[in-house]
């Protein structure tokens, strides 16, 4: 593994991810280390967080490392990102100075910087952890922009604990109602993490709005090839579930919609049946569920669904301390 950030999966192997699976399941029987010893790591947070933030920063005390949390727009100058531009806006300064400053007080950058939701045209290019990356000169991680690689491990990390060889497992990537129009950066992952682990990924959504960014949906049926799964759509809630060892939950947005969500509102209102509850988890081979959290309760999944053993979602969330650090300390001992 020689990869000097961490931005995607999809940059990475299979063979790396196993690496950072096991790397990770070593801190979680021996959490402690030295890995980071003398180290730092900036936290730059352009949304809030409550996992994220607490698990990268225990990550780095666990590992003999500091974190430092800075809040661009609160308590840090507002940043300009585009290239070549007149910053006569409310932008203080610009990324080129704040990524290669930063990178010399520290030894890691980790950023947290959601999309606009304006014009996915634009949001999907990412641009501001690509101008991290540009400009830092070092590793940058994403704690999520339009993907979210650590949750990808950590859900990987949680599966693989129950299930050992997650290979040929049927695995239903769910659309739920929420009452706001939602980042897809968790399906994006969901949708990669789980057709690189060469599980057979069924894509449930209420209508082909949903499905998601052709990009990503590419990556996903080249995974699926790579690694012995499959990768297919589908509209139909009892067939999707039926059978189905995992069942992982997410609200996002319609694409076609970003930017004009009132004309979204009414297909989203029509489709609160996809909750996921008690009768859909029976139509499962005895499967799990899980969620990136946060969840509203009896919106995307019902109390007994969530209270029940099947639900996974509490070991994921622990999961992101453990894989975090794996990340940190694999992106430092390439420097």
Known sequence: MSLRHFLTTQDYSRADIDALLEQATAFKRSPRGQQLAGKSVALLFFNPSMRTRTSFELGAFHLGGHAIVLSPGKDAWPIEF????????????????????????????????????????????????????????????????????????????????????????????????????????????????????????????????????????????????????????????????????????????????FGHWENEKPIRDAHKHFIVDEAKMALTNNGVFSHCLPLRRNIKATDAVMDSPACIAIDEAENRLHVQKAVMASLIAQR
């Open 82 to 257: 585009r290239p070549n531009v007149v910053m006569d806006g409310e932008a203080e300064e610009h990324i080129a100075e704040v990524a290669r400053v930063l990178s010399r007080y520290v030894d890691l950058i980790a950023v947290r910087a959601f999309p606009k939701f304006q014009d996915w045209s634009v949001d999907r290019e990412d641009a501001v952890i690509k101008a991290f990356a540009q400009h830092a000169t070092v590793p940058v991680i994403n704690m999520e922009t339009i993907t979210h690689p650590c949750q990808e491990l950590a859900h990987a990390l949680a599966l693989k604990e129950r299930f050992g060889d997650l290979t040929g497992r049927k695995y239903v990537l769910t659309w739920t109602y929420h009452p706001k129009p939602l980042n897809t950066a968790v399906a994006n992952s969901a949708l990669l993490i789980a057709t690189k682990m060469g599980m057979d990924v069924t894509l449930l959504c209420p209508t082909p709005d949903y499905v998601l960014d052709e990009r990503y949906m590419a990556f996903g049926a080249q995974n699926a090839k790579e690694n012995g799964g499959s990768l297919k759509v589908s509209h139909n809630i009892e067939e999707a579930y039926r059978g189905a060892d995992v069942v992982y939950a997410k609200s996002w947005g319609a694409l076609p919609f």
